[in-house]
């Protein structure tokens, strides 16, 4: 079972802002990061280090964190939105691996 | 740009060793900066890590699947590679290598995946 948890699926109409969370422990400790995956493709990192942006990523969207609890917020959803989105950090035992949430499913109405 | 691509039999039979190597481009795994990792995701599941290998070698797993992977790079050939033994069906899945952070920011330590290969997709069938 992961360390992160997320909701299976979330909506959003076009144009509105949506707010995707990641729970767990080591939230509290160490920083998160948001993935977004189309159907058929590879994951593209879309925010790390809990607010940073990698280049080419529109800044509609954002990240925080709040005790045990990450937020992705896309402000403005647009139809290329829609897609699986996946937190990740480290686990909670201290050790150097990688957890992922259960990802969330976004759809754009 | 940086580039990794996953290559290696897209069929496995059950019980026998799964076999991948990524191929970095645009970059060099020699470097130190970073460290090189290998994540699958079963038919419509989640993400998995497995682990990572850092240049010189040194690598840690996934607890969950330590006994059964093994991971090493070559970079002579800017590469690195996993080794699944014993695989089930339960092991089939798009596996993806991805450039790897141990990061600081804002404060706070973590990890994160930069860069993934397009993935490969596995099958275990006998």
């Given amino acids: 079972s992961s360390e992160l948890t997320q909701d299976p699926a979330v909506s959003v109409a ?18 998160a990061s948001w993935y977004q995956q ?20 529109p800044d509609r969207f954002s ?9 992705l917020t896309i402000t403005g959803a647009q139809a290329e939105d829609e897609a699986d989105y996946y937190c990740n950090s480290r686990d909670s035992s201290g050790n150097p691996h990688a957890v ?7 759809t754009v109405l | 740009q940086v580039q990794l691509q996953e290559s290696g039999p897209g069929l496995v039979k059950p019980s026998q060793t799964l076999s991948l190597t990524c191929t970095v481009s645009g970059g060099s795994i020699s470097s130190g900066d970073y460290y090189w990792s290998w994540i ?13 290998i850092y240049y ?23 590469q690195f590679s996993l ?14 290598c991805a450039r790897t952070e141990y990061g600081a920011h804002n404060g706070r330590r973590g990890i994160h995946f930069d ?3 397009q993935g490969t997709l596995v099958t275990v069938s006998s």
């Fill in chain 1, 63 to 71: 990240g925080s964190t709040s005790g045990n609890t990450a937020s």
């Fill in chain 2, 83 to 96: 080794k699944l033994r014993s695989v089930t069906a339960a092991d089939a899945a798009v596996y993806y």
């Fill in chain 2, 56 to 78: 010189n070698g040194d690598a840690d797993y996934n607890p969950s699947l330590k006994s059964r992977i093994t991971m090493s790079v070559d970079t002579s050939k800017n």
């Fill in chain 1, 100 to 106: 992922f949430g259960g990802g969330t499913q976004l």
């Fill in chain 2, 40 to 52: 699958r995701q079963s038919p419509g599941k989640g993400l998995e890590w497995f682990g990572y």
């Fill in chain 2, 115 to 117: 860069y993934w290969g």
């Fill in chain 1, 14 to 31: 076009m144009g509105q802002t949506v707010r995707i969370t990641c729970q767990g422990d080591s939230l509290r400790s160490y920083y």
């Fill in chain 1, 38 to 57: 189309k159907p058929g493709q590879a994951p593209i990192l879309v925010i790390y280090g809990q607010n940073k942006r990698p280049s080419g990523i």
